[in-house]
């Protein structure tokens, strides 16, 4: 039997794997009460004692705004350990798959942003990121780096449960309208990564394998302003209790609602790549929320 270890199993995307990686061979999931990604010395061990087929690395420092003074913890999780993975996952020919964001790219450009697209990150978070994408590639190991934007879903912390959450204590909220990206469940990113790995583990040829970067998103754009009122808009469909009038969620202006981290103005990721190499048709960003909101909102109905 195939073994898969996964990271960061506490986290959102690192919950839904467990789920979508379960079919595919006998999984491994360790949170830092298992293993502390900032120790170089337990990563070996756990590669060394699992001999996993696939690493799977969703862990990461995703505190945006902490991350600008919290500079040294961030580069532990998102820089030195996945650099540690990779030489693990090479020594043992594992494959790792790894994840990145959107905010590896200034977001001045004004098309949807492709892989070979230059990285210009402007926040540590997004820096430290960039970091570990490169110390994969310069690895030599089998890898895949997924970039995906926006990630919400079920489990753990994102925007869509921040803004629910508002909507029942507020009767005004603001909300950026001048950041532009597509929200992306976490349900999907394990799905996407669970049919990559089936493909990986079926290939005759492993090192045929078409290794590399992708991006992967929903379909379709919106701003964090469309986002939440759209989210409210279809909360309140499915009869969740929400006080907070849709027409009460002013649009604002990235100056208008400073934060220590920068984000970018344009957070689009073109996915044409991982569509075309795979054989996917992603879902569009309103079409995934209404599925992840039907779990979050309690309803009699169902
Ligand atoms: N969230 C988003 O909007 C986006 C995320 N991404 C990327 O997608 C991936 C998955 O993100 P997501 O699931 O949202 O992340 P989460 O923040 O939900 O989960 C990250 C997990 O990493 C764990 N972790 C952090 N530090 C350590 C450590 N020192 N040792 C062990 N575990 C640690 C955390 O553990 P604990 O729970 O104990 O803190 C947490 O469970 C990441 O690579 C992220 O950069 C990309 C674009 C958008
Ligand atoms: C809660 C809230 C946020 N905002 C703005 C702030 C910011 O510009 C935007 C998103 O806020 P957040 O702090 O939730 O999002 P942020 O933590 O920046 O989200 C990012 O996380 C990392 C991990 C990623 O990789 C990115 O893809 C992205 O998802 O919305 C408002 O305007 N009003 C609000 O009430
Ligand atoms: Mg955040």
Redesign the pocket.
């Known amino acids: 039997m195939r073994r898969i270890l996964i990271?960061?199993?506490?986290?959102?995307?690192?919950?839904e794997l467990q789920r979508s990686l379960s079919v595919l061979g006998e999984v491994i999931a360790?949170?830092?009460?298992d293993?502390?990604?900032?120790?170089p010395a337990a990563i070996d061990a756990l590669v060394n004692r699992i001999a996993p087929d696939v690493i799977v690395?969703?862990?990461?420092?995703?505190?945006v705004d902490r991350a600008e003074t919290d500079v040294s913890?961030a580069r532990?999780?998102?820089e030195m350990?996945p650099a540690t993975l990779a030489a693990a996952a090479l020594r043992h020919g594992a494959l790792l798959v790894?994840?990145?964001?959107?905010?590896v790219f200034d977001g001045a450009q004004t098309t949807p942003y492709q892989e070979a697209d230059v990285a210009a990150p402007r926040s540590v978070?997004g820096q430290t990121?960039r970091a570990g994408e490169v110390a994969i590639e310069l690895s030599g190991c089998r890898h895949v780096t997924?970039?995906?934007?926006?990630?919400?879903g079920v489990?753990?912390?994102?925007?869509a449960k921040t803004i629910l959450r508002l909507a029942h204590e507020r009767d005004a909220l603001k909300v950026v309208a001048d950041q532009f990206g597509a929200p992306?469940p976490?349900a999907l990113?394990a799905d996407v990564t669970a049919h990559l790995v089936a493909r990986y583990l079926a290939g005759a040829d492993a090192a045929a394998f078409p290794f590399g970067t992708y991006h992967l998103t929903t379909r379709g754009e919106t701003s964090w302003h469309g986002y939440a009122k759209t989210l409210i808009m279809a909360a309140r469909a499915l009869g969740a209790q929400i006080r907070l009038d849709p027409s009460a969620i002013t649009p604002v202006s990235t100056a208008e609602y400073p934060l220590p981290a920068p984000r970018p103005a344009n957070s689009r990721l073109s996915t044409e790549k991982l569509q075309n190499t795979f054989g996917l048709d992603l879902p569009h960003w309103e079409q995934a929320l209404a599925h992840v909101l039907r779990q979050l909102i309690p309803t009699e109905k169902s």
């Open positions: 990271t960061g199993k506490n986290g959102q995307v690192g919950f360790v949170g830092r009460e293993c502390d990604l900032a120790d690395n969703p862990a990461a420092y995703t505190a913890a532990a999780i998102n350990a790894h994840y990145s964001t959107d905010y978070y990121k997924l970039r995906t934007s926006w990630v919400y489990w753990g912390n994102n925007f992306t976490a990113i």
